[in-house]
């Protein structure tokens, strides 16, 4: 049995549904009401394929590519936790990704579903998070029915994105993204201490 909360913290810190909101106003400022709610829909249904992709076949992978899944633990903690203090110390999620769409097609793809949404971090997640060796079917399942309500509270803060974002502004959304980044911090350290103690057999 998985730790819901615990878990449900972790993937909300990867996926940052707050930090969405103001990627998704500078994404769907030139649509109505109508096509924001089709956006929203379909960048976060894009994400969940993706993450749900990873669930499945992300451990298949790196077995096929002969790569022991603690080293990857190791890898990917590193890998979150220069992404938590990035998102710390440099500029926040919604900084950065509203950068992306002045010189990128405005679509529910790129930046919002990838990399707002299902950024590489919260692809890792999904993998380590549902490890073959590490948990049964069972705890897989629950893992994965987080990660899924994770995605449906950023769907729901995307429906009310334009409310949202009058009440918390760009700052309040910069100071949830630095204060995830702290609690990614502490999991992806988390994570490089397992995977060295499994590495090694301590």
């Not at 022991?68 to 890998?79: E, H």
């Not at 949830?176 to 103690?197: D, P």
Request: aromatic share 10%.
């Amino acid at each position: 049995m998985i730790d819901y909360v615990s878990t449900f913290i972790f993937f909300f810190a990867v996926i940052d549904p707050i930090g969405t909101v103001p990627v998704f106003i500078a994404v769907t400022s030139q649509f109505d009401a109508r096509s924001k709610r089709i956006i929203a829909i379909k960048a976060t249904l894009v994400a969940a394929a993706i993450l749900l992709f990873f669930v499945v076949a992300g451990e298949f992978i790196l077995k096929a590519m002969a790569i022991p899944l603690s080293a990857f633990q190791i890898a990917g903690g590193i890998v979150l936790f220069v992404f938590a203090l990035s998102m710390i110390f440099g500029e926040s999620k919604p900084e950065k990704e509203v950068k992306l769409v002045s010189s990128k097609s405005e679509t529910a793809i790129f930046p919002l579903a990838v990399p707002s949404i299902a950024s590489p971090g919260a692809m890792l997640a999904a993998v380590l998070m549902t490890e073959n060796a590490r948990y049964n079917l069972v705890e897989q399942a629950q893992t994965t029915g987080m990660m899924l309500a994770v995605l449906f509270v950023v769907l729901i803060l995307l429906l009310g994105a334009t409310w949202i974002h009058r009440f918390i502004g760009n700052g309040g959304a910069s100071i949830v993204s630095r204060v995830m980044g702290l609690i990614l911090a502490s999991v992806a350290t988390a994570n490089v201490l397992s995977g060295i103690k499994e590495y090694f057999a301590l």
